[in-house]
């Protein structure tokens, strides 16, 4: 989103001058919801807003609790921080491209990872040692930090007063969770504010720490000082876990949302208020699937996007309990927590794409989409698809992608007809496409028909990073009616990482699948050995 669209539902961004607004790269907003840190674009960081415990999150010193206007960090200028983590007591975790991890504000549980436990005032760095892998994430509870890198290792440091640290002690310093953990590859993380969860490549979810409102799923009250397994989802593939308070949401491969823990403001959306549970519940089957969740440990708000686009909220929404999903007319999830938590603070960092005034156009790459939609006068090649016109630049073409310079330095045939005429895909599929070739990213949320066109497109243009995004997108996708027909397609375009998704999505709903309308009307028999010989591997015959 634009500047302008933030500012319109974040009214603390008026703050901020016109001058640094045009270098923000994301924003967080934290605290009681008038604390913000700003990255920018040219590698510095900011912060302005409350500091409304006197911790020292601002991170500009000792005594420095208000501040009006954004004012930059120094000490964090050009260091590359790229992830920030902010703990709902009042401190900061960061961490630079090259693995280096600067802490700030209230320290008194251990929670900076410096070993000390006294609060910091300007951001320091910490010694750590990560095994010379790369940070993919940082998370926070209370007073207690969870860390993924990317060997699928999970570090923890901080308070462990309900075993949230889950290394059965207390540690001052970033250190490795074992026990359960270990040899397993953990993909996503998240904090409540005294419990801890990690989900692994295979879809199961793991939970330690307080467990007193039912937060860990577990079917008990019991808190545990080590990951345990999420019983209540132990036959669901789950692929992405967040946190409010005292309550999880999990989002399922297929696209399913199940809540869990505490209830007293409805975010279980269970269609009560006040219950705890125990075991996660899934919401109603009449909303349909979803892509994206969202919760923060600031708040009791819960939301999800569906995959048609939907924002829905439900939980403490704007001083009053909603007890089942609500849907809304907002266009993102970040916009949820802006109108309806309380306090409005960010649930992720928002991602800014900075408005571009008139006669300046900014990177090249923001050049090359602008003028995907512009410029008229100047295209000089014709697509049609569906009998559908599309123009573009052949130039622009020519350097972003290899086919298209090999047609049109071949002099092929079709550059000699009127358009180029598309036969094989859809319109739509092929406006994506063209807008990857000129931008290298594919915005928003694919439909799965759209996903399965553009990874035949990648394929007969040769698009291999494509090619990986689409298989990405579809591997999320993948549902007991659509396992089988998804593998066929993996095979035939040999998107390995598609077939393998399947393979393991068919070894844990194994008999679901082959009870399905479309493998049952398979014919070809080689890819069925194929299918089965793959879910074999990942354990479909082990009992």
């Not at 002690?169 to 801890?196: H, M, W």
Request: hydrophobic share 40%.
């Amino acid at each position: 989103m634009s500047f302008s669209q933030y500012k319109a539902v974040w009214p603390v961004f008026a703050l901020i001058p016109s001058k640094l607004r045009q270098k923000i790269k994301s924003a967080h907003v934290y605290g009681d919801g008038n604390t913000v840190l700003i990255l920018t674009a040219d590698d510095e960081v900011y912060s302005f807003g409350r500091d409304t415990n006197s911790y020292g999150m601002l991170g500009q010193g000792q005594g420095v609790v208000n501040l009006l206007e954004p004012k930059k960090i120094e000490v964090l200028s050009k260091k590359g921080i790229h992830l920030v983590a902010i703990g709902s007591i009042g401190f900061v975790v960061t961490a630079t491209a090259n693995g280096e991890i600067y802490t700030w504000g209230y320290g008194g549980s251990g929670n900076l990872g410096n070993g000390g436990t006294s609060n910091v005032f300007m951001p320091a760095a910490i010694t750590a040692n990560f095994g010379g892998n790369r940070i993919l994430r940082i998370s926070c509870g209370s007073t207690h930090t969870l860390l993924l890198t990317e060997a699928g290792q999970v570090f923890s440091w901080g308070a462990h007063s309900n075993g949230q640290l889950g290394n059965d002690k207390q540690t001052y310093r970033p250190e490795r969770v074992t026990n359960s953990l270990d040899g397993k590859f953990v993909v996503d993380i998240a904090c409540s504010s005294l419990s801890s969860f990690a989900v692994i490549d295979t879809g199961e979810m793991y939970a330690w720490g307080c467990n007193s409102s039912g937060e860990l799923g577990t079917g008990s009250g019991s808190n545990s000082t080590q990951p345990v397994l999420v019983t209540s989802l132990r036959n669901v593939l789950i692929k992405q876990v967040v946190c409010g308070k005292v309550h999880f949401l999990a989002l399922s491969k297929s696209g399913n949302v199940y809540a869990c823990g505490n209830n007293t403001n409805g975010q279980l959306g269970d269609g009560t208020v006040g219950n705890k549970s125990y075991s996660a519940k899934m919401l109603q089957e009449k909303l349909g699937s979803f892509s994206q969740v969202a919760a923060t440990h600031f708040s009791d708000l819960s939301a999800a996007l569906s995959e048609e686009g939907d924002v829905y909220v439900w939980g403490f929404c704007r001083f009053q309990a909603v007890s089942s999903p609500m849907k809304t007319e907002l266009a993102s999830l970040d916009d949820a927590f802006a109108c309806y938590s309380s306090p409005p603070v960010s649930w992720r960092p928002l991602p800014i794409v900075t408005g571009i005034p008139h006669g300046y156009r900014g990177d090249v790459l923001t050049c090359l989409k602008n003028s995907l939609y512009e410029d008229e006068d100047v295209k000089d090649v014709t697509f049609i698809v569906e009998n559908k016109k599309i123009r573009a630049h052949k130039i622009i073409l020519m350097i972003r992608c290899d086919y298209f310079r090999k047609m049109f330095q071949g002099d092929w045939a079709e550059t000699k007809k009127e358009g180029i005429y598309v036969g094989d895909f859809t319109y739509v599929a092929f406006s994506v496409f063209l807008e990857y070739v000129y931008t290298g990213t594919v915005a928003g949320s694919l439909d799965l028909p759209v996903a399965v066109d553009l990874l035949q497109i990648a394929d007969c243009y040769q698009e291999r990073k494509l090619q990986t995004l689409c298989e990405e997108t579809l591997k999320d996708r993948i549902k007991v009616d659509n396992c089988a027909q998804l593998f066929e397609i993996s095979t035939k375009y040999a998107a390995k990482l598609l077939q393998t998704g399947c393979a393991k999505f068919g070894a844990h709903h194994m008999s679901a699948v082959i009870s399905s309308d479309y493998f049952k009307q398979m014919t070809n028999p080689q890819i069925i050995q194929d299918f089965l010989f793959k879910v074999a591997q990942y354990g479909a015959f082990k009992y």
